[in-house]
């Protein structure tokens, strides 16, 4: 497991009209990575953004950003969003035919590969691509949109990866995204978690510096 507990900011909550200088304001407050969740209509019921406003966020961003795609076809994007600036780019397995040669292609383009599922399917679903990637990512909400409450039954993937990592790769993320706050990020860090994604909780709060520093527990 990654030793130290990183806190990703989803700007999917914070206030679009001036997003660059919300990115410059969780970079101040101690954010690790920038998390940017990409939707696409089809694979969500939510559209959000694409490689031009990710090339955007990268002239301002200083910390890596970490790319959440929840779009069908990934392989057909995922050289835009990486020259676009990705550093981490996470596909849905349930999005694609393709998953262990879109991931591939992740990694030779140079960025860090990830693997997700939506909270309905079973962690099994990812097992064979784990060895092919630097992330899992747990939902813990339905993907599509932020404010949702924690789905508490879905820390069981947590263990199950955590498991996995002792034995075949301590270095692999551990990321949880849906629902973190103060409390729901313990239980995930108990369980193994080492990056937690939160939208609201950050972005709602006055304070982004103690929001941040209350998720590292
Ligand atoms: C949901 C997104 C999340 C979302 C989390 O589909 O993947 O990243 O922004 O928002 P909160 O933390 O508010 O649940
Ligand atoms: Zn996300």
Same mark, same amino acid.
């Given at each position: ?39 696409? =209509? ?12 990710? !090339? ?21 994007? @995922?050289?835009?969003?990486?020259? !676009? ?25 140079? !960025? ?23 992330? !899992? ?8 949109? =932020? ?28 990321? @949880? ?21 939160? =939208? ?8 982004? =510096? ?8």
């Amino acid at each position: 497991m990654a030793s130290v507990n990183l806190i990703a900011p989803s700007i999917l909550s914070c206030d679009f009209s001036r997003i660059g200088e919300e990115i410059k304001s969780v970079e101040k407050a101690g954010a690790d990575w920038i998390h940017v969740d990409v939707m696409d =209509g089809q694979f969500v019921d939510n559209i959000t953004l694409g490689p031009p406003v990710v !090339a955007s966020l990268k002239k301002v961003a200083s910390l890596p950003l970490d790319v959440h795609l929840m779009i069908v076809n990934p392989e057909k994007y @995922v050289e835009s969003f990486i020259k !676009a600036g990705a550093d981490i780019l996470t596909i849905h397995v349930e999005a694609t035919q393709n998953v262990g040669s879109t991931l591939n292609r992740i990694r030779e383009l140079g !960025a860090k590969p990830g693997i997700t599922l939506r909270p309905q399917t079973d962690i099994q679903a990812i097992e064979p691509y784990l060895k092919l990637v630097d992330l !899992a990512l747990v939902m813990t909400v339905n993907p599509g949109f =932020g404010g949702q409450s924690f789905m508490p039954e879905q820390v069981d993937k947590v263990n199950y990866l955590a498991r996995w990592a002792k034995v075949h790769n301590p270095q692999l993320f551990i990321e @949880v995204d849906g629902g973190i706050n103060t409390e729901t990020a313990k239980t995930c860090r108990q369980a193994g978690a080492n990056v937690f994604v939160a =939208g609201n909780f950050v972005f709602k709060n006055k304070d982004y =510096g103690s929001a941040i520093n209350s998720l590292r527990g």
